[in-house]
């Protein structure tokens, strides 16, 4: 009797049957493989993966390792929080990287010094207008508007004109990859204002990382934003029926994943002091994947960014583990693939499990 608690009409609550948060799952996944880098390392490397094994170093840990592990999902962690958004909501953005690409490119033109070791940048885009050392708001600005504007072009074709967002966005990831090249016909864009440089330097990507998750995993789980949003991937026909403005709704969210796109391509363009047509490449695949990891289920309606960020940590994990190992990059694209198939095959199996329930 004290197992069961009897709610309205005599229903029983099993405590037994109480599902866990997806969220506990996948930060177990991430201390399991944590475990097994370190017993490979040992095994392998007579090393450890995490820990210090330097007796010229003070602390338990490796900082230097854990700092490149959370450093190197940072930027593509920015974009897969605005995607996770849009998976929630039911939908899909192929379109992120090439975003990056097309906003870097612009961005950076906006963002040159005047002058390199004391002679002019005559290479600069907009040298000859005048338009270079300009205020850092300018980049800023320019940088998030054309992020803005292609998310809001997507969520546009989406809602009103009934595209699949596959369609939608995998056009948008076309054309904004032709846009990158277009912009200065496939050549670099490089020399930023120190201003500019200071936004990706040291550990800034990851404190942008970490106020942007916070900002929006605050809005999904305390606004209306985040009820809205949730409730239209669980089911679309619903929401309207409740009175959710379900087109403007999608078009806000989209309009959201180009912003942080557009904020990832700042912050890459801005570490790598460079800007390339080539920028981005996969990026939109990877932050898909860390969305999955994370328990963002592709049919909509569940996930959260805090299980987006533990799925990034994931891939951070296993690149840092692999080049620990010194195995070979592509065996690392090979397990990517391996842990989206297998999350997307326990998303299934918990899908068919919670419906057997019902």
């Known amino acids: 009797m004290a197992d069961t608690a009897h709610g309205i009409g005599g229903l029983s609550f099993d405590s037994k049957k109480r599902d866990l948060p997806p969220e506990l799952g996948v ?7 944590i475990v097994v880098f370190e ?6 490397m007579n090393d450890s993966f995490l820990f210090n094994t330097r007796e010229n170093i003070d602390g338990i840990f490796n900082v230097a390792r854990i700092k ?15 995607v996770t958004q849009v998976i929630i909501t039911g939908g899909i953005d192929l379109s992120s990287g090439s975003v990056v ?4 490119m612009i961005a950076m033109s906006f963002a040159q010094a005047g002058q390199i070791y004391g002679n002019p940048n005559d290479r600069a885009v907009f040298f000859e207008l005048g338009w270079v050392d300009l205020p850092i708001i300018v980049p800023l600005i320019v940088g998030l508007g054309c992020g803005l504007v ?23 990831m076309v054309t904004a990859r032709g846009v990158a090249k277009w912009w200065t016909k496939g050549q670099p864009v490089s020399f930023p204002t120190d201003s500019y440089a200071a936004i990706g330097s040291g550990m800034t990507p990851v404190f942008i990382f970490a106020a942007v998750a916070i900002l929006f995993g605050l809005a999904l789980k305390y606004t209306v934003y985040g009820k809205h949003t949730y409730a239209i991937g669980s089911s679309e026909a619903a929401a309207r029926m409740s009175g959710i403005k379900v087109d403007r709704h999608k078009v806000l969210v989209y309009t959201i994943a180009g912003l942080l796109a557009g ?15 080539g920028m981005g490449m996969m990026y939109e695949l990877d932050a898909i994947a860390m969305a999955v990891i994370g328990g963002v289920s592709l049919t909509g309606g569940r996930g959260s960014i805090l299980g987006t960020v533990l799925g990034a940590l994931i891939f951070g994990v296993i690149i840092s583990g692999f080049t620990f190992l010194k195995l ?3 065996y690392q694209e090979m397990v990517k693939g391996a842990i989206i198939v297998g999350a997307v095959v326990l998303d299934q199996w918990r899908q068919r499990r919670a419906a057997m329930k019902s």
Do not use: E, H, R
């Open 27 to 33: 930060g177990i996944a991430l201390v399991l493989i």
């Open 39 to 44: 017993a490979l390392g040992w095994l392998f």
């Open 68 to 82: 490149i592990i959370i450093l190197q999902v940072a930027i593509i962690g920015i974009i897969a929080i605005g």
């Open 101 to 104: 690409a097309a906003t870097a």
């Open 150 to 172: 292609a998310g809001a072009i997507n969520g546009l074709l989406i809602a009103y004109t009934k595209i699949p967002p596959f369609i939608a966005t995998l056009g948008m």
């Open 263 to 277: 904020l990832a391509a700042i912050v890459l363009s801005s570490k790598n002091l460079t800007a390339q047509a």
């Open 328 to 330: 070979d990059a592509y």
